[in-house]
């Protein structure tokens, strides 16, 4: 047992330090400190310099740019990334198509996108829920009818994220709708979102925001080269990649930045007898915050210096779960700091209500996101009841 | 940062985990054990002697072992996995720490010797009666009575008070808190012991010009050293409560698996296995913090007094939501005596209450919020 880091550790450590503060525009960082919405071309910007240095895709094989990291050093990596400012690479090319094109495409498929995919010169869009599989994402309902080179695909996705940016777009489509198991009926297809036929439609959120979108797909032809892997093994991908998608989802970094934030902004309030700060509950509340995310970074310490014989820490599906937890009450807390202020939130710059305070109740609408996506909370539940619990 | 424990701590664990899995296999046991006093099973308290668990964190040249806070956490997990009600936290971590921190070189040699060879039992009375945790002691007194000095007052609940061989007592001193040995046959010293509701023992000890020896320097501030004590005993509990809380979540889990109503078993229902997630969620989070506290012990004890607030308080949290959780999936069966769980949750709600609850650890990380930016667990 050592509590400190190790001399390389620590000097690993130092390198990101100084990487993400200095070589990604402090324009941008900035931006992710107030909260600010990112354009497109900040988030290419910022994963293009990263991916000069070699930082964008560690987790993929060395050879399509991955680092032979240890699990510490990638949670050391990811840390230093929030604490810095530092947007994350695009989840759907870095932690998403990245490591399946990587792991099951065919060496023309790697060749063609794992390059151009790290380096986010395609950004990817993800096409797996549908208006009838959320949770349930086996019951998915697209269709790919193979005919000649291509498929014709036909159907609807949605919550797709960002899609008003994509290029590409991976998708979980029904190719034996007559398979023994509904799982067994499923492949996964990366389609060219300029293909005719496709279409995407914004769908406007409770915080008045522009962030997903439906993807329509009328007769839209596909070639089928475009196919990962084997044709209906894509449920298996599909785990594989679900299952990469909860280990980086708990956001321990950003939410230890923020709350530090609210420390400063509550200090700024003023109260009849001081400030916010002083308020002997606001005090608690953020220290039992505090000490919640503690408890939470040990947690994914463990889980990452555990890991390290391939097999996940049982504690990691504990990571997901909670840190979305605390990331929602840290923006709970924002909405509260801002009091009166929070409606605000039309207001532009020359107001005096500041900035953070007019998108505290945006944000915090926003976030009820965090316990859906990713796997929603619920099926976090089931599955520590059911892998860990054996229940 | 590493959380695993070498091959020598993993055969510690597994050698004390064979020693009181056969003392307590079955809760029978424990309850066996607990009906008379002691409270304990003084065959169980004497192998642990012989196998060094109650010399493991003193110095060698004290009678100890040499051991660190990493051993005492792995002894004081499996203490609580099975309930075990011999006093290691109380009378080796919290008493004897103290006589490691604050005595003579003659007192630790006797003192620490006896607590290490199982012969002579120590116990801490600190607490007084109807006063909230607190770091003082202001109802009993000490006063200098020509070469000697001698107690007044009332303490209690005094952990283990009846049985114990030697007393280390608070005592205000001019307005100061220092420490002083009692022996148990000493004059005016009155002892009524009591069973505790987690099956334990504790007493009311009156003191009347009762004869005491200064723990170290006569009459001496033991503020620093008592803090010292409470960290490592603060933390010590929080791993007890762990391995407790571990079985409890265990014993639940079984019970779901196995247990059927409406033809069916219990883990058929979501509303109960979501709950026995939400436990395991809980309890993982103590135990990190837990696992945590013994480095920063062990590595950096300038910080120790937060850190064992800070774990304390998770494994308050965590401690009572599993304990709670525990009997309510069971249902009825977990309100009895004869069934394990409700023991689980007795002996937690007692350590959460013994050197300062949830709330107390709270109040003292809220009035120092303002001093840093973020919490940092490596130095």
Not at chain 1, 52 to 80: S, Y
Not at chain 1, 121 to 128: A, C, E, L, P, R
Not at chain 2, 361 to 376: I, P, T
Request: glycine share 10%; hydrophobic share 45%.
């Amino acid at each position: 047992m050592r509590l400190r880091l190790s001399d390389q550790d620590v000097a690993f450590r130092d390198e990101m330090r100084e990487f993400f503060t200095t070589q990604v525009p402090q324009e941008i960082r900035d931006k992710v400190r107030d909260r600010r919405e990112l354009t497109k071309d900040d988030i290419v910007q910022a994963q293009r310099v990263l991916n000069a240095g070699g930082l964008a895709v560690p987790g993929w094989p060395v050879e399509w740019g991955g680092k032979d990291w240890t699990n510490l050093q990638r949670h050391i990596w990811h840390e230093e990334m929030q604490l810095a400012c530092v947007p994350a690479p695009l989840a759907f090319n870095a932690s998403m198509i990245g490591p399946v094109i990587a792991a099951f495409g065919s060496q023309e498929i790697k060749e063609r996108f794992l390059p151009a995919t790290a380096n986010l010169d395609i950004w990817w869009s993800q096409g797996f829920s549908e208006p009838d599989a959320g949770s349930d994402l086996a019951s998915l309902r697209t269709t790919a009818v193979r005919d000649g080179d291509h498929y014709v695909v036909n159907g609807q996705k949605t919550w797709t994220t960002l899609g008003q940016y994509g290029d590409w777009i991976f998708t979980l489509v029904r190719t034996n709708p007559d398979a023994p198991k509904k799982q067994a009926g499923i492949s996964m297809l990366l389609i060219d979102m300029t293909t005719p036929g496709l279409t995407v439609r914004p769908i406007e959120l409770i915080d008045g925001g522009h962030e997903v979108n439906e993807v329509w797909f009328e007769d839209v032809r596909v070639p089928a080269e475009n196919l990962v892997g084997e044709e209906n093994a894509g449920w298996t991908y599909a785990k594989f990649l679900l299952g990469n998608e909860r280990v980086g989802v708990a956001p321990v970094g950003s939410s230890k930045r923020l709350l530090a934030q609210a420390k400063e902004h509550a200090r700024e309030i003023r109260t009849s007898s001081g400030t916010l700060l002083d308020d002997p509950l606001v005090a608690a509340r953020v220290a039992e915050l505090e000490n919640d995310l503690l408890a939470l970074e040990l947690t994914a310490l463990r889980v990452a210096a555990h890991s390290a014989d391939g097999k996940p820490h049982p504690a990691s599906s504990v990571l997901k779960l909670q840190g979305t937890v605390l990331q929602q009450a840290v923006t709970e807390l924002f909405v509260d700091l801002a009091g009166p202020d929070v409606v605000a939130s039309g207001a532009a710059d020359g107001s005096q209500v500041p900035h953070w305070a007019r998108v505290s109740a945006p944000q915090y609408l926003n976030y009820r996101k965090a316990s859906i996506y990713g796997g929603s909370n619920e099926v976090q539940r089931q599955i520590i009841a059911g892998t860990i619990l054996g229940l | 940062m590493d959380f695993t424990l070498d091959s020598e701590q993993l055969a510690l664990r597994d050698a004390v985990r064979g020693l009181l899995g056969k003392a307590y296999g079955s809760i029978d046991a424990r309850r066996d054990a607990t009906a008379s006093d002691p409270g304990f099973d003084e065959k169980t308290w004497s192998r642990l002697a012989d196998m060094g668990v109650l010399a493991l964190p003193f110095a060698e040249e004290d009678g100890g072992v040499g051991a660190g806070p990493a051993e005492v956490m792995v002894v004081a997990e499996e203490v609580g996995r099975v309930l075990a009600p011999e006093p290691f936290v109380e009378a080796v971590v919290l008493a004897g720490g103290l006589v490691a921190a604050q005595g003579t070189a003659e007192q630790r040699a006797e003192l620490i010797g006896g607590l290490a060879a199982g012969e002579s039992l120590l116990a801490l009375a600190h607490l007084e009666p109807g006063r909230h945790w607190s770091a003082g002691a202001p109802d009993v007194t000490a006063t200098r009575s020509g070469d000697g000095w001698t107690l007044d007052g009332v303490k209690e609940p005094v952990l283990h008070g009846a049985r114990a061989d030697v007393l280390l007592v608070t005592a205000a001193v001019e307005g100061r808190t220092a420490l002083f040995v009692v022996r148990a046959d000493a004059g005016g010293l009155e002892r009524t012991g009591y069973r505790t509701f987690d099956g334990s023992r504790a007493a009311h000890v009156r003191f009347i010009s009762t004869p005491a020896e200064p723990l170290g320097e006569p009459g001496a501030d033991a503020t620093a050293a008592l803090e010292a004590a409470l960290a490592a005993a603060r933390v010590a509990y929080a791993h007890e409560s762990v391995g407790a809380m571990a079985t409890a979540l265990e014993t639940t889990s079984e019970y779901l698996r196995t247990r059927k109503q409406f033809g069916v078993p219990l883990k058929t229902f979501q509303a109960l296995t979501f709950r026995a997630a939400d436990m395991y969620v809980s309890l993982e989070l103590a135990r990190s913090a837990a696992a945590w506290a013994t480095l920063v012990l062990a590595d950096e004890p300038e910080r120790a007094p937060e850190a064992a607030r800070r774990a304390a308080f998770q494994v308050s949290k965590a401690g009572r939501h599993v304990g709670q959780e525990a009997i309510q999936l069971h249902g009825g069966i977990g309100m009895t005596a004869e069934y394990s769980v409700g023991h689980y949750t007795a002996r937690l709600t007692a350590i959460d209450h013994l050197l300062g609850d949830g709330s107390d650890h709270l109040r003292h990380l809220a009035a120092s919020v303002s001093d840093h930016g973020v919490v940092e667990p490596m130095p």
